[in-house]
């Protein structure tokens, strides 16, 4: 069955007057279609057609009820199979709903409209069960390595080699990078790419939680344990239990706690704040972290114990200023994103807007490009996206004087053309702030390097 496709019923049942009946009650419904079969070996023989639901009459003139239902489950074990019989013997019904019936309804005034509600309850189940499968194989392509985490570079190719190993073990993991390098993509396509995908995937974020909440957050408390705690509250590990609890900025952590998720880590067991009832746990670890922890534990900020038991397998992201060609990549890759999202066709990005894209040093990481292509997309005249259009962060501009690796004659047009904009063309106020001669300027104008705006 699919959004579009009716929801097919089967009715077996020999008396023809009685399954008119039921047959015409539940086609009043337009999404069903409804088909009549009178023996038990025509209801498996008609199987092929994939029925969403099998009704079945107790005594039919080739079987009972219970072997009927026996057959059907044992070709396809999902089938609900609803029995409707005359006969009112709890036995009789106990046992078929132990064989696996869906439902039992007797036979009397109110038949048709128990199975009316019965089949619109299993139709529900089918269409929760089905977006269910959808979400679970969307979440796995959503996450899967190389479909997701854009790049070819050698240094993210060797990321993606310990991706792996990290999915096909238990390992904890650390991984390292400046923000927006896709430290929390990492984490999460590691779980997904478990065989904890199905478990728990829970985010804590160390610098964003007050650290006075942080620990009753992290371990839960128990009703009373302060003030405000006026009910039970698990925290994060036991609720990532069985799955994968990612410690974002993990260093900002104060010392104070990292004694007590030491402890954790070691006992494999938590205790809630104000508790005394010890909870068992299985979680893979997950840190992520900005900072260089290495450099954290020699300054004393941050425990060496506790260092070397989140260590596990260190990942490094590298800035995307050393990634290349992966700058394009992305980029392209964001323009389809932007394209898929507002509906449109994807704009074509010019080879001077790439040229741009490639010389600039991207602190914000991957993010920052996003955000760069997405106003690029939203500034530019829907067909292409030009230089003109990619502007990066006024904060940051200041920035590309130290990648783009031009001349020092270079630079200097660049200086003396941003004053002469900012400064409204004026040379003479221009000359005085840079401390040159007006002749300087004017020679750059004749000479075409750099033009008045
Ligand atoms: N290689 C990649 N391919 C596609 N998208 C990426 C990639 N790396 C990062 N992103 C995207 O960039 C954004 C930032 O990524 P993420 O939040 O994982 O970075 P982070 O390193 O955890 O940042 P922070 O340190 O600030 O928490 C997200 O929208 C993410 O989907």
Not at 102 to 108: H, P, S
Not at 212 to 240: M, P, Y
């Amino acid at each position: 069955m699919n959004a579009k496709s009716p929801f097919k019923i089967f009715i077996v049942e020999d008396d023809p007057w009685y399954g008119q009946l039921l047959k015409y009650h539940l086609s009043l419904n337009p999404d069903y279609e409804v088909s009549l079969l009178t023996t038990g070996k025509d209801c498996l023989d008609q199987l092929s057609q994939k029925p969403d639901v099998v009704c079945i009459d107790y005594n039919l003139p080739d079987t009972t009820g219970d072997k009927l239902l026996t057959n059907l489950k044992s070709v396809c074990a999902t089938l609900p199979v609803v029995v409707i019989s005359g006969q009112e013997e709890i036995a009789v019904a106990l046992n078929l709903l132990k064989l696996g019936a869906a439902e039992y309804i007797v036979k009397d005034e109110h038949t048709k409209d128990m199975l009316w509600n019965t089949v619109r309850q299993l139709r529900e189940n089918a269409t929760l069960r089905r977006e269910l499968t959808e979400l679970t194989a969307l979440v796995e392509t959503k996450f899967s390595f190389e479909k997701n985490i854009i790049g070819e570079s050698p240094a993210l190719k060797k990321t993606f080699a310990l991706m792996q190993k990290a999915a096909s073990t238990l390992i904890n993991v650390s991984i390292t990078g400046e923000t927006g390098t896709g430290k929390e993509v990492v984490a999460k396509s590691i779980h997904f790419n478990s065989d904890r995908k199905k478990k728990p995937f829970v985010t804590v974020n160390m610098a964003a939680i007050p650290a006075d909440l942080l620990e009753s957050e992290l371990f839960g408390h128990e009703r009373g344990a302060f003030t405000g705690a006026v009910a039970q509250r698990i925290g994060k590990f036991e609720e990532a239990n069985g799955g994968t609890i990612f410690l974002d900025e993990v260093a900002d952590l104060d010392l104070n706690l990292q004694a007590k998720l030491l402890r954790v880590l070691q006992e494999r067991e938590v205790v809630r704040v104000g508790g005394n009832q010890r909870v068992k746990l299985d979680v893979r670890v997950i840190t992520a972290t900005h900072k260089h922890l290495g450099e954290q534990v020699k300054q004393k900020q941050f425990r060496e114990d506790l260092y070397y038991r989140v260590l596990g397998l260190p990942i490094e992201l590298p800035p995307l200023r050393e990634r290349g060609q992966d700058i394009l990549l992305l980029a392209q890759h964001f323009v389809n994103e932007f394209a898929a999202i507002n509906k449109i066709k994807s704009p074509q990005l010019r080879p001077e807007a790439k040229e741009k894209l490639m010389h600039y040093n991207y602190p914000g990481n991957v993010r920052e490009l996003k955000a760069v292509v997405d106003l690029a997309c939203v500034m530019g005249n829907g067909a292409e996206v030009t230089a003109h259009d990619i502007c990066f962060s006024p904060a940051q501009a200041d920035q590309e004087f130290t990648v783009l690796e031009k001349t020092m004659q270079q630079y200097s047009c660049d200086i003396i053309a941003f004053y002469l904009k900012k400064y409204n063309n004026n040379v003479v106020l221009v000359a005085n702030k840079l401390d040159i001669g007006k002749s300087t300027i004017y020679n750059l104008l004749k000479r075409n390097e750099i033009s008045l705006s």
